[in-house]
């Protein structure tokens, strides 16, 4: 269901006012959709202002797509990198699908019908043969064990860079401590 943009410009003045907002008739949404699509555009109206509700019809080069889609992935809130980067959520998640089923050639991914000269780049790629059952099994199983290793490198770069925060940490302390224990000594006696 798509909302006028006058309509959301209302909508989101009403919210921040703290106004009740009624969800129209013809809306098909569930009432918990409907205020999490508000709360949406309140971001984009407080990010963007009214130019945010501007319907723009950008053709994404795969370089764009891979850029928005890595900082996603190295955990950067979805919705927070859609927003700076004037796509829809929806649309990221699907260049992140893409991405971990087909590397950055699933970006480069143009629908048939889309501006011209997309079914000639289409048309470029090299056809693959049909893969057999047991070849499909094998490519899902080195695609689980690759995003396996991506989690784990992601978790290891993140645990050297807190042990190195800690050590860090721990010699800016042991600078600030005495250097002998003698003077402890001394407290104690």
Not at 150 to 177: D, G, H, M, P
Request: glycine letters at 6%; a positive charge.
């Amino acid at each position: 269901m798509k909302y006028e943009k006058s309509y959301k410009i209302e909508c989101v003045k009403k919210y921040l006012a703290g106004e009740s907002i009624e969800q129209p008739e013809y809306s098909q949404a569930t009432k918990r959709r409907f205020h999490k699509m508000i709360v949406e555009w309140a971001r984009i109206y407080q990010n963007k202002g009214e130019e945010g509700f501007e319907v723009v019809r950008k053709s994404w080069t795969a370089k764009e797509r891979y850029a928005l889609v890595l900082r996603a992935m190295k955990g950067e809130p979805v919705r927070g990198v859609a927003l700076e980067g004037g796509v829809s959520a929806r649309h990221l998640w699907k260049w992140i699908k893409r991405f971990k089923e087909n590397g950055y050639e699933g970006l480069e991914y143009q629908k048939e019908n889309s501006p011209k000269g997309a079914r000639e780049k289409m048309s470029k790629t090299p056809k693959t043969e049909k893969l057999t059952k047991s070849e499909k099994e094998e490519l899902k199983e080195l695609k689980r064990q690759n995003e396996l290793l991506r989690t784990e490198n992601a978790y290891l770069k993140k645990l050297r860079a807190l042990i190195a925060e800690k050590e860090a940490a721990e010699s800016i302390k042991a600078k600030k401590q005495p250097l002998s224990d003698n003077s402890a000594e001394k407290d104690t006696k």
